[in-house]
């Protein structure tokens, strides 16, 4: 079965600084993808970032970028000179070969501060 | 430009009662998703489509049903609402092709009483 695991309920920032957002996953799917999306307080869902098992690279989008560690099954967010803006939920889902359903995860909730 | 609708935006129910959570998308994709969101639980998946006439169970699927008779449309029926069942609910849609990522609605909250 496959499962994702944010083990950090709450996350403190100070504008301006980076952050790391923790992700690790489990699946026996050779082939599979990884996504971050924000949630503001407004609720909607927002698509961040995607990394492919097999992508060679670390996914990066604007300040965002996908710190992917295969051995240790980890997809970590990482959100780079932090912005009041970026306050809100975070959560990592996964994909798995054959499917087209995201798993998610329980989220962190990101609170940026002057 | 394309979107994801849900209706209603909120809606507040009796116990017994049937509900439908409406869900309609104008990107043209196959596959259609149904999740739920509670504190301290993230997204659960309650139903899914691949296409139209095809519906799958999620994890969260006792007490739900979906029918998907046209490629726009994934409409949420809770037969007989639960106060279990009180929830923010997100429709997704999302493309076989690229990463495959999912658009979502607005979500619907439902509180059943």
């Known amino acids: 079965a496959q499962k994702i695991t944010q083990t950090q309920p709450g996350m403190f920032v100070q504008e301006k600084e980076a952050v790391t957002l923790d992700c690790t996953y489990d699946t026996s799917d050779p082939s599979y993808g990884l996504f971050w999306y924000k949630q503001p307080s407004s609720g909607e869902m927002i698509f961040l970032i995607y990394?492919?098992?097999?992508?060679?690279q670390n996914a990066t989008e604007g300040r965002y970028s996908l710190n992917f560690q295969k051995a240790r099954k980890s997809a970590n967010l990482v959100i780079s000179a932090s912005q009041l803006g970026d306050s809100a939920m975070y959560f990592c889902?996964?994909?798995?070969?054959?499917?087209?359903?995201?798993?998610f995860g329980t989220g962190t909730r990101l609170q940026v501060f002057p | 430009d394309a979107e994801i609708t849900q209706s209603p935006r909120h809606k507040i129910t009796e116990t017994g009662r049937q509900v439908t959570l409406a869900c309609h998308q104008t990107?043209?994709?196959?596959?259609m998703f149904w999740y739920r969101q509670d504190l301290g639980h993230g997204l659960r998946l309650i139903h899914y489509s691949y296409g139209v006439h095809d519906t799958n169970k999620g994890e969260v699927s006792d007490g739900y049903s979906v029918s998907r008779s046209n490629t726009e449309d994934l409409p949420l029926t809770l037969e007989s609402a639960a106060s279990s069942q009180t929830s923010v609910y997100f429709c997704a849609s999302g493309s076989t092709t690229g990463a495959g990522e999912l658009f979502f609605g607005e979500g619907s909250r439902l509180t059943v009483l």
């Open positions: 990394q492919g098992s097999y992508d060679q």
């Open positions: 990107w043209n994709h196959n596959n």
């Open positions: 889902a996964m994909r798995g070969r054959n499917t087209d359903k995201l798993i």
